[in-house]
């Protein structure tokens, strides 16, 4: 026990302290130094909370990504030396919100630590030695039947509106065999493995491809099988790690300087999300916008994609209306999201369609009357300032928090489905609480089919097609 606590603590100390000296520094600079130091030692204080060396680093993401989803304006305001409340398009209440959301983040984090429980180094050693016991050969056939799967589960949730949500559930279990596929090439030292190197140019092509360009989504699960494996930080690793990002940033501007004129080709030149045309011309498409960016374009898509990122801008200008001129809802958005999943449409075809931009649009006095071929919600940080005010926001963050840990801890114990399968299964559900942009009643109802999905999967599908994923040597 005192060797496991000893490496945790030395493996968190040797990222946190880096963190903590290059934050400071940055802080340093610009007009909002509170601000910028209060959002690294949240950050720091996250780190330690969430740091589970050898288990997937789901929990720790969650907060990471929505950490830069809160601060990044900041660091960005600082910069442009600008103070934040200026920095803002939409006015209101910019720097309150900002330090707001930190706190809430922190909440989270707590909650999660809470219902995760303590680290468990043994689970790593075991999932080490499932993956090493199987070839990489077979994981790689039942990520292809997974697949397989995944592509008929997406047709029919197109097919079958009424049914989209379990079904779209259902397609995402594809990212559990890939994970594992990656995670059993890497723990035999072969991130090149043919395998692999198959798996993750398939799906990279078919996202970079689609409507939205998901194509985040094949890096995202890459680093949790990397950092599953209990790779030692080191300037190697480091240096991995930060050349993946840079790769996934360099894609992301790339992705928003071309995204507009992309979408509007794809479509047919309509105001819808589908897609008319076939994957080669779509490809040929990207690569003709692409080959036409220059400096200033990248210039200015780095602008809007850091703008597009922070996601504290709504929530300034809902505290500027929220209790002034529209009431505290008192728990309504949460009781409406939290019963929304046990009420198929199947069953309720009177149920209400969830719209978020008419919520946004409802809160912060119609800033988005008409928004095409997208979604624009407040946040689930917000709602919750919505419905319980400033102070008690922070008990149903911590609750939240405390729900995604209970699902984590309940993947990752589970001997139905052994630790490898569990930490790839708790990465692919929980992958969907990730973003701070994420409406409470989409998050709570995406969890909820995740989790109806998966324990299907585990109690029915596992035992007859994937027993040996399950199994220790």
């Known amino acids: ?15 946190v302290a880096p963190l903590l000296v290059a934050g400071l520094a940055l802080s340093l600079s610009g007009p909002n130094l509170l601000l910028a130091i209060f959002a690294v030692v949240a950050l720091c204080v996250g780190v330690v909370l969430l740091w589970r060396p050898a288990e ?3 929990l720790l993401f969650i907060f990471c990504y929505q950490w830069m989803q809160a601060s990044i304006a900041v660091f960005h305001a600082n910069w442009l030396g600008q103070d934040v409340q200026n920095y803002s398009t939409f006015g209101g209440q910019h720097e309150r919100s900002i330090a707001l959301s930190l706190a809430a983040l922190l909440a989270l984090a707590v909650g999660m630590r809470l ?60 990212w559990i065999f890939f994970m594992a596929l990656a995670y059993a090439a890497f723990v035999r030292g072969s991130v090149l493995n043919r395998y692999f190197v198959i798996a993750f140019v398939v799906e990279f092509v078919s996202g970079f491809g689609g409507f939205f360009s998901d194509f985040k989504t094949v890096f995202f699960f890459t ?3 990397f ?16 050349a993946m990002a840079a790769l996934v940033v360099l894609l992301g501007v790339v992705w928003t300087a071309v995204k507009v004129e992309y979408r509007s080709y794809i479509s047919g030149g309509g105001t819808s999300q589908s897609v008319a045309v076939d994957l080669d011309r779509r490809i040929d498409k990207l690569a003709e916008l692409v080959s036409n960016l220059d400096g200033p374009a ?48 199947a ?11 008419r919520r946004t649009n409802f809160y912060t006095g119609g800033l988005f009357y008409v928004a095409q071929a997208t979604s624009i919600s407040l946040g689930y940080i917000t709602e919750m300032y919505i419905d319980f005010g400033e102070y008690f926001m922070f008990v149903a963050v911590l609750a939240i928090g405390y729900f995604s840990g209970r699902i984590f801890r309940w993947l990752t114990r589970s001997p139905r489905c052994g630790p490898l399968f569990g930490m790839c299964a708790a990465s692919q559900t929980l992958l969907a609480a990730s973003f701070l942009e994420s409406s409470f009643t989409k998050l709570f109802g995406g969890l ?3 989790v109806l999905v998966i324990y299907l999967t585990i109690r029915y599908v596992l035992p007859r097609a994937f027993a040996w994923i399950a199994q220790e040597a």
Do not use: C, W
């Open 115 to 174: 219902a995760a429980g303590p680290l468990d180094e043994a689970i790593g050693r075991r999932a080490r030695a499932i993956a090493l016991h199987q070839p990489v050969s077979r994981f790689f056939r039942a990520y292809v039947i997974a697949y397989g799967v995944s592509v008929l589960s997406a047709a029919g949730a197109r097919a079958i509106p009424a049914l989209a949500q379990p079904l779209l559930a259902a397609a995402g279990v594809k």
């Open 223 to 225: 680093f949790f099988a």
């Open 448 to 450: 909820i089919a995740s």
């Open 298 to 345: 990248l210039a200015r898509a780095t602008d809007k994609m850091i703008r597009r990122i922070s996601y504290s801008e709504l929530f300034g200008v809902v505290l500027n209306r929220v209790p002034e001129f529209t009431p505290y809802e008192n728990g309504a958005i949460t009781l409406d999201a939290i019963s929304r999943p046990f009420m198929p449409r």
């Open 347 to 357: 069953l309720f075809p009177d149920k209400a369609i969830i719209d978020d931009t």
């Open 56 to 58: 997937t680093p789901i």
């Open 1 to 15: 026990m005192i060797a496991v606590a000893r490496t945790r603590h030395s493996s968190v100390g040797a990222v």
């Open 227 to 242: 950092f599953m494996t209990g790779a030692r930080v080191s300037p190697r690793t480091i240096a991995m790690t930060t």
